[in-house]
């Protein structure tokens, strides 16, 4: 017998019965982003390695060791599976001159992929949703994304479950100044270092405060705080953030310790954190990225965005326990009688000529039978059409989620129960 072929380790098939749950998700974050006036942006999987490593930096975990990539066969380019979105979406913009009217609001979602260990909440393929805000300068975008992303919470039930920690890495120079503190701090402290901890010391000594091994925490914690060396500008531009947020009654914490794990973030940053989820803790994360365009290729301009796993999200909705609505069907035809049946298939065509959203019920059974297959369909109606209901020319509609009366009525009555039912479940 042939060996199974499973699924690459890390990489996961969505099956049906999870499906639903991802459908449901996408529809509410689409709907979200319109009000907001954000537009979708699609680009390929692949990309040129050099766009990467120009935009992530070299001298980071993903560069260094999470990259997909590979030699193209037909021309010897180096490609890679993208690692995450901004540079991807960034590189389009540039390419298709997309700031040449003005300032663009754009979102993306997809699979991206790193060659990490695999660990519940940490895929080797995973997928994101990414916002993106280009050409808008000053703190105004940094509050918008704030708010956005603290209305979505509210829309998915999980307001209380996130936190949100920002923090300000200023501009180019304070960078460079603290650098220097950084390097000189952990250079008196190499005895406490670790392994990473020593290679990035003089490459990327800000990533060695964001550590994960608890041996160095307590080091860490006393190292020089980039907030000191700000300049005026940076000092204002964060002060403007926080009180956006005041204004709007958004809770936050100042994290001095928050860097995020690429290189070109400036100015604010932030994560929203749960502690329903174990170790990986961030659903979403994001700041200012204002010198990307230009270091790509681009004319300067201010940018600012954020990404959130669709994993975790998924995760923490399930653990919380909130409800997705609309995972099913509008309806499940059952038919029961010669006659019925042989108008069943007509009838499945006219109510979706209709808008409503229905599974014919195929391959025979009592109608006991089929009414359990209509419930665990999860539509919330069954429409039932027997022999009688045939010759008059009626069907009956059943509620299956809330209760009600079953009803007897016209295909077009029908039609228009099954989707006022359908609106009024999903205020």
């Known amino acids: 017998m042939s060996e199974t072929l499973r699924a690459v380790r890390g990489m996961n098939d969505i099956l049906p019965t999870e499906v639903g749950a991802w459908q449901a998700f996408e529809r509410r974050v689409r709907d979200w982003l319109a009000s907001y006036g954000y537009r979708e942006l699609r680009t390929p999987i692949v990309e040129p390695t050099a766009l990467f490593k120009r935009a992530i930096g070299e001298v980071t975990d993903i560069v260094e060791k999470e990259m997909y990539t590979f030699v193209d066969a037909l021309n010897g380019e180096s490609l890679t599976l ?8 960034v590189r389009a913009v540039i390419e298709h001159n997309l700031l040449y009217g003005g300032g663009q609001r754009l979102w993306y979602q997809g699979p991206m992929f790193r060659h990490e260990r695999p660990q519940k909440g940490r895929y080797r393929q995973f997928h994101q949703i990414g916002v993106e805000a280009m050409g808008f300068a000053g703190p105004d975008v940094d509050i918008e994304h704030l708010l956005m992303t603290a209305r979505l919470w509210r829309v998915l039930g999980l307001a209380e479950e996130v936190a949100l920690e920002i923090n ?13 503190k950084l390097i000189a701090y952990f250079e008196a402290h190499q005895d406490q270092l670790d392994d990473d901890a020593r290679r990035r010391l003089q490459s990327n000594p800000l990533r060695i405060l964001d550590t994960k091994n608890p041996a160095m925490r307590a080091l860490v914690e006393a190292a020089p705080q980039l907030m000191d060396d700000l300049d005026d500008a940076a000092r204002a531009h964060f002060a403007a953030v926080c009180a956006g947020l005041d204004a ?34 961030t659903v979403c994360a994001g700041g200012r990225f204002d010198g990307l365009v230009e270091q790509l290729g681009g004319k300067p301009a201010p940018a600012c965005g954020f990404a959130m796993g669709i994993e975790r999200l998924l995760a923490l909705i399930a653990e919380v326990g909130v409800a997705a609505p609309g995972d099913g ?10 006659a019925a049946s042989a108008l069943a298939q007509t009838l499945a065509e006219g109510l979706r000529d209709g808008g409503v959203a229905v599974v014919l019920h195929v391959g025979g059974g009592s109608f006991k039978t089929q009414m359990k297959k209509a419930d665990a369909s999860g539509a919330r109606f069954a429409v039932i059409l027997g022999d009688d209901e045939a010759a008059a020319g009626e069907v009956s509609v059943k509620p299956l989620r809330d209760g009600g009366e079953q009803q007897r009525v016209t295909q077009q009555q029908a039609v228009n129960l099954i989707k006022q039912g359908v609106h009024n479940g999903n205020l």
């Open 82 to 89: 993208r690692p995450e979105g901004t540079a991807a979406c």
């Open 168 to 180: 300000s890495l200023g501009g180019a120079e304070a960078r460079a100044t603290h650098r220097a």
């Open 248 to 281: 709007a009654g958004i809770a936050y914490r100042i994290n001095p310790r928050l860097v995020r794990g690429l290189d070109y973030y400036n100015y604010t940053v932030f994560e929203w954190v749960t502690d329903r989820l174990g170790a990986q803790g």
């Open 329 to 338: 069907p509008d309806a499940y035809l059952v038919h029961v009688g010669e």
